[in-house]
């Protein structure tokens, strides 16, 4: 009987789900007919149908019909014209594929062509509205190219509309030249070019709009110092006139070296655009002052002198090479584009013809890659790559422990990743592994969760069903709203939806029907994604939005599989809370990254820029989400004492240390990500055992005051060791003070009570040092970033890369303080010493080489460090390390006593001058680092790859 019942309900909601498609709206067009890859062209990506009824009308008419053949929203559809007296609004015809409007004119309007252009959901098209009345022929489309070269002198290129961006002069022996090319244009006064011009057709790139009508001219030079630049396009006409003249401007400044023979070259070639009106006539006309008209290919000249040339604009390219008064210079290869024919025209070999501008091999920081040097450099940079390559591979293996590769489930995980990012770098296609991941990676995520939940009970199983169940549900629901706002509109299926996920809900309300939770939502999913499956084999094709929605709740599933599994907190509040932070972050990244289109937004999205968001969760949200996974997991096992000899939370330390040099694509970050691997071992030497237990809070201040004890009897016995006494009584007290001094309780020695964890856990210790380490580094980083933009020398990603690369430090600062009873040294300044040392290794090497490739770059729009300035720069990076590492060991001195209840000046007596050395050097460095970076321009070192902060005594709270 049970069975019957599910086979009726299996078949009445078929039936539902045929009936809510059949009431779903006629399916869009599909592709144009044609064959091969035309046949594929969707029909949204063809131009608008727009027809205006009628197309012709008397003066004076009040209205014409404007219809588009589009299904979008009427919202979605715009029209505008210099013939509409004010914005008209569309209304869907009864048909339901089109859309109308009528327009009102203006009862003035003179008798022309007026253009109207119309936008119609990602769609653009346009059509031609004509008044009668106009006499006479029609003026003709006729072009006049004027190209003039002339000599230029050091700061002539104000003019040119990216002149003003530039800080840079090139050195006296240059010889600098213009080029000019202004384009006069006659056309009708109700030209199709004119009404789009007056629309800002040509506001963003004129240059584009100027090669689809007139052609495409380019300047060949040695040296370019602005490529060719167009100004705004300026239309003149008169009232009454039958003609429009418009004018194009553009500057081109360039330099040669008067030490070699060279030559300028000026090429043109014809319009290929297709839908453009062409041109009736076309003359170009070439005018030079200081500079001969050496040679000339293409059609044959009109009149030709020696600073003179006239040519035909028709479909023929032309090239014409000028030489300077006096002088002469290679030019047949530009001329011909042959090697054979211009080295048998010049006499020379064919292998010495070529391009002038040819580019010398040089490797990095501009060395010859040529020379024996630079090879060896060369395979240096591939070796360190390599080795950099393998070393992560091996930490990450490493960091994820014994213990994730055992569970076979994760296996499936590493063939998915690796396979997907892997097709991704070898092949560089992203849309399909981006698919795979964003779909496969959630549900491999809650499959393993509930896995994890097996037998476990720290781990509830219950939980882990219901998180699936909710997911399930969600998609479901997701999948099931386009079919049904489709079929019965917005307020009944959202009221449909409602009870649907009302009844859910209290299924996993009730405890006593929450066993049956997890089948609603399996049952959810499965009708969700039959109306969807019936509404696409129907022929409709899914909203965007649904996609985004469901993508949207694949990476909540994502987020809360991974963060519980990863930090065994099956709390439904933290998990609800991990996933809203997630999905916050996540969102602003897209937002960030995604470059819509202009016919896309976020309610209606292209499905390029679908397919791009999906990449970019896939290849950027989910890695950040993984590493911030590592770091969970790192915070269970850093709770307590065992986490500093878990080999899992050493590894994936190295592994975050690691890439935060691995974030750049610079050939030398192989080289980079070793030497910040050498500088973890010089901080982590082998660990102690006796410093690895846990110490409790009593014990830390037993051992303290016994340290205290201890090294107030060998103060005692340095001083009366150095009076001159002899006898009984001075030998009694020498004994007893080197018993005192010697002598100590328990099992750990208590002059080590300062590097212990001191009644803290290796994650407490964590969050105090990263915040102290961050406070210490702050200024300089927000100085060296503020310095870059000023400059102009990073855009978004890179800036984002850089700020990752300047969270080295206090990253560093996380790894000391977790891991401090294993740090080298044997108590908090010694230790701060091996951390400076550490840090050199991690953060210098980086700056210099930023810093010297800014100091060689070739870049007009930076001004290069000087010499003098660069060393300083390199001082103020040391300074600034110095003073983290210093203000770290102090702080870190500063907060043991203040956990074992003692004052600081009983280990630091600022009486002395030997105990306040670490101090001082530390205020002095700070104000060494300040004056140099006040009085020195140029000593931070750009980004990609402050003064330094200022001396306090952070005052920490009882769990730090």
């Given amino acids: 009987m049970r069975g019957a019942l599910v ?226 396009p300026v239309v003149r006409t008169d009232s009454g006139a039958r003609e429009a003249v418009i004018t194009y401007t553009a500057l081109d400044y360039g330099a040669v070296d008067p030490s070699e023979p060279s030559t300028v070259g000026v090429a043109y070639d014809p319009p290929a655009a297709e839908g453009v009106p062409r041109l009736d006539a076309h003359e170009i006309v070439v005018l030079a002052t200081g500079w001969t008209v050496a040679g000339v290919s293409g059609p044959p000249p009109l009149a030709q002198d020696a600073h003179l040339l006239r040519l035909n604009g028709g479909d023929r390219p032309a090239r014409v090479a000028f030489a300077r008064d006096g002088t002469t210079g290679p030019m047949a290869y530009f001329l011909g584009e042959n090697r054979d024919m211009a080295a048998f025209l010049e006499g020379t070999d064919p292998s010495d013809q070529g391009p002038e501008e040819e580019q010398v091999s040089t490797g990095p920081l501009g060395m010859d890659a040529d020379g024996f040097v630079g090879r060896a450099w060369v395979a240096a940079l591939v070796a360190g790559l390599v080795a950099a390559v393998l070393l992560l591979l091996s930490t990450l293996a490493r960091a994820l422990g014994r213990p994730w590769w055992r569970r076979r489930r994760n296996w499936v995980l590493v063939a998915m990743a690796g396979g997907g990012y892997g097709w991704y770098l070898l092949v560089g296609e992203a849309d399909l592994p981006a698919l795979l991941l964003v779909a496969g990676l959630p549900a491999l995520a809650l499959l393993s969760t509930f896995r994890a939940a097996n037998g476990r009970g720290d781990l509830p199983r219950a939980e882990a069903a219901v998180a699936a169940a909710v997911a399930a549900a969600l998609a479901g629901l997701v999948l099931a709203a386009w079919p049904l706002a489709a079929s019965f509109g917005g307020g009944p299926a959202a009221g449909v939806l409602a009870v649907a996920a009302g009844a859910a809900g209290v299924t996993a309300a009730v405890p006593r029907l929450r066993r049956l939770f997890p089948p609603a939502g399996l049952v959810l999913l499965g009708a969700g994604a039959m109306l969807a499956g019936m509404a696409a084999v129907a022929g409709h094709a899914p909203p965007s939005l649904m996609w985004l929605a469901l993508v949207v709740v694949g990476w909540g599933a994502l987020v ?81 004492a065992e986490g500093l000899t878990e080999p899992a939370a050493f590894h994936t330390a190295v592994l975050l240390l690691l890439l935060t040099r691995a974030q750049t694509v610079d050939p030398v970050a192989g080289i980079m990500i070793l030497l910040v691997w050498a500088g973890v071992f010089v901080l982590l030497p082998a660990p102690r055992a006796e410093l690895l237990r846990a110490v409790p809070p009593e014990e830390h201040r037993r051992l303290v005051r016994d340290l205290i004890r201890r090294r107030s009897a060998r103060a005692a016995l340095t001083a009366l060791l150095r009076q001159a006494g002899e006898g009984d009584d001075f030998e009694q007290r020498r004994q007893a003070l080197e018993r005192a001094g010697d002598e100590h309780e328990g099992p750990l020695d208590s002059d080590l009570a300062l590097t212990t964890l001191a009644g803290r856990t290796p994650w407490q210790n964590a969050l105090a040092s990263l915040g102290v380490g961050a406070a210490l580094s702050l200024p300089f980083s927000v100085v060296r970033i503020s310095e870059s933009l000023q400059g102009l020398q990073a855009g978004g990603q890179e800036l984002a890369a850089a700020a990752l690369a300047l969270l080295s430090l206090p990253a560093l600062s996380m790894v000391f303080g977790y891991f401090y009873p294993r740090v080298r040294g044997t108590n908090p300044v010694a230790k701060c010493l091996a951390f400076f040392l550490a840090a050199l290794l991690v953060e210098l090497p980086t700056y210099v080489y930023t810093l010297a490739r800014a100091s060689i770059a070739q870049d007009d729009w930076v001004v290069p460090p000087t010499a003098d300035g660069a060393f300083v720069g390199v001082l103020v990076a040391v300074g600034n390390i110095a003073v983290v590492s210093i203000g770290l060991g102090l702080w870190w001195e500063w907060r043991l006593m203040w956990l074992a209840g003692e004052p600081w000046g009983r280990v630091r007596d600022v009486r002395t001058l030997r105990a306040l050395a670490a101090p001082l050097a530390a205020v002095a460095i700070a104000a060494a680092t300040t004056a140099a970076t006040a009085m020195v321009n140029n000593v931070i070192a750009p980004l990609p790859s402050g003064p330094p902060a200022a001396e306090a005594t952070p005052t920490p709270t009882r769990t730090p």
């Fill in 560 to 640: 809360f599989g991974w963060v519980t599994e990863a930090g065994h907190r099956w709390s439904a509040v933290s998990a609800a809370r991990w996933v809203a932070a997630a999905t916050v972050a996540c969102g602003a990244q897209v937002y960030a990254v995604t470059d819509l289109d202009p016919r896309s937004t976020w309610t209606s999205l292209l499905p390029e820029d679908l397919l791009e968001v999906a990449g970019t969760v896939a290849f950027m949200s989910v890695p950040l989400l993984a590493l911030t996974m590592l770091v969970v997991r790192v915070r269970r096992f850093g709770g307590s």
């Fill in 7 to 232: 086979v009726v309900a299996v078949l009445l909601l078929f039936g539902a789900g045929l009936w809510t498609v059949s009431r779903m709206g006629p399916a869009p067009a599909g592709p144009r007919a044609g064959s091969g890859s035309e046949a594929d062209v969707e029909y949204e990506e063809d131009p608008l149908s727009l027809t205006v009824v009628p197309p012709r009308v008397p003066p004076g008419t009040a209205s014409v019909r404007v219809a588009a053949a589009c299904a979008a929203p009427p919202e979605k559809t715009t029209a505008q014209s210099a013939a509409f007296m004010d914005s008209v609004a569309f209304a869907r015809a009864p048909s339901g594929t089109a859309m109308y409007a009528d327009a009102e004119l203006d009862p003035e309007l003179p008798p022309g062509r007026y253009q109207i252009f119309a936008l119609c959901g990602t769609r653009f098209g346009s059509a031609e509205l004509e008044i009668e009345g106009r006499k006479g022929p029609e003026p003709k489309r006729t072009a006049t190219t004027t190209i003039t070269l002339t000599p230029a002198r050091p700061g002539d290129w104000r003019d040119h509309p990216d002149g003003e961006r530039t800080s840079a002069e090139l050195g006296s022996g240059w010889i600098f030249f213009r080029v000019r090319i202004t384009h006069e244009v006659r056309v009708p006064a109700d030209d199709p070019d004119v009404a789009a011009l007056r629309a800002g057709a040509a506001g963003g790139d004129p240059s584009t709009f100027v090669s689809e009508r007139l052609g495409s001219f380019s300047v060949r030079a040695p040296r370019s110092l602005f490529g060719l630049g167009y100004a705004a």
